[in-house]
């Protein structure tokens, strides 16, 4: 039951003085329990002499916090009645105990939590010493730096959606079969970026693009040329994906390492001398993959070369027509060389 007052274990927000008067008395102290008058803001005590509230304005004088001094003597037998009520203000400090709360606790403002947070033993943990979280573990552990740990017996998943535009995304833990999958439930494609770009993108139908892939497509129709050494000049450059080859010199430059693929192709002129003619890649200089054959000087050749390679950064490629006959390079169609990284 909730009341004014002093409860039984000594806890309230009010104290009341009695004091039985004699003639003429004019101070009260002590009051008739004994209890020595106690208050320490007269705008919070109310001062009664037989049952009327008196006005500390000019009925009595209260200043020295032990004491009621009244401006005329009461008579004897009047009853002076002193109420204090004890000064508070709604708390707003600190907890120096744990604190217990059985029922809902709503917070209206913000909330902080100086150590760690804990919900239903597992449910939720907030790590403040890792700045980790966890969901179904008490000790969530991350292998590179702070993160959220979700872990349960089963399939573990984090779930992103976007309730505006359809759009569901998860992460899961699955199962030994499956490992970890990367899943857009929805018919929205997965897409991949670095430094706030896209660089690959996996549609609804789960084809797979990337359009900073390193890749170049060249060919050739500015006339004939001498072979003997590496083409160069190539007049057309139609894809230059990361600009990494040079159409002049005619060389590649792997701007990273990683597989490789390259084809070229160039036509051999007729009327040549009969003899060996090869068209060579070449990585740093050095041939590694050739089409090497005999010809007639009644005949146009020609002559393709195709290579999967391992590069290493900055490794070169380029295409080389050897012997010194005379190649056709009047037509794109018959000049060409391309390559791309695969990964």
């Not at 274990?9 to 004019?26: M, W």
């Not at 913000?110 to 980790?132: E, F, G």
């Not at 004939?224 to 002049?248: A, K, L, M, P």
């Amino acid at each position: 039951m909730a009341y004014i007052g002093k409860g039984l274990d000594g806890q309230g927000v009010r104290q009341r003085y009695l004091f039985t008067a004699t003639s003429g008395q004019t101070t009260f102290d002590t009051s008739d329990s004994g209890t020595g008058l106690s208050y320490s803001d007269t705008n919070y005590m109310d001062v009664y002499l037989n049952g009327v509230l008196l006005d500390p304005a000019s009925d009595y004088t209260a200043t020295s916090g032990t004491s009621v001094v009244l401006g005329s003597g009461a008579s004897t037998g009047d009853t002076l009645e002193c109420v204090v009520y004890d000064v508070f203000s709604v708390f707003s400090g600190n907890f120096n105990t744990n604190v217990s709360v059985n029922g809902n606790l709503d917070v209206t403002n913000n909330m902080t939590v100086t150590n760690d947070l804990t919900v239903n033993t597992d449910t939720l943990v907030v790590d403040s010493a890792n700045n980790n979280v966890g969901i179904g573990t008490s000790t969530p552990a991350i292998v590179f730096g702070s993160g959220l740990e979700v872990q349960r017996a089963g399939y573990s998943t984090l779930r992103l959606e976007n309730t505006s535009n359809s759009v569901v995304g998860e992460l899961s833990a699955y199962d030994g079969t499956y490992g970890t999958l990367l899943y857009s439930l929805t018919a929205h494609p997965l897409v991949f970026g670095t430094s706030g770009g896209e660089r690959m993108r996996i549609d609804s139908s789960g084809r797979i693009t990337s359009v900073t892939q390193p890749s170049f497509v060249a060919t050739k129709s500015n006339g004939n040329y001498t072979g003997g050494g590496d083409i160069t000049s190539w007049n057309n450059v139609s894809t230059n994906i990361g600009s990494h080859f040079n159409g002049t010199t005619g060389v590649f430059t792997a701007p990273v390492a990683g597989r490789y693929f390259f084809t070229g192709r160039a036509l051999l002129n007729t009327g040549q001398s009969n003899g060996y003619y090869y068209l060579d890649i070449e990585v740093n200089g050095s041939p590694v993959t050739r089409d090497y054959r005999y010809i007639g000087h009644t005949q146009y050749n020609q002559y393709v070369v195709t290579a999967l390679l391992t590069l290493a950064a900055n490794d070169t490629v380029n295409l080389a027509a050897q012997q010194s006959g005379s190649w056709y390079g009047v037509n794109s169609l018959y000049t060409q060389f391309m390559g791309r990284l695969l990964g």
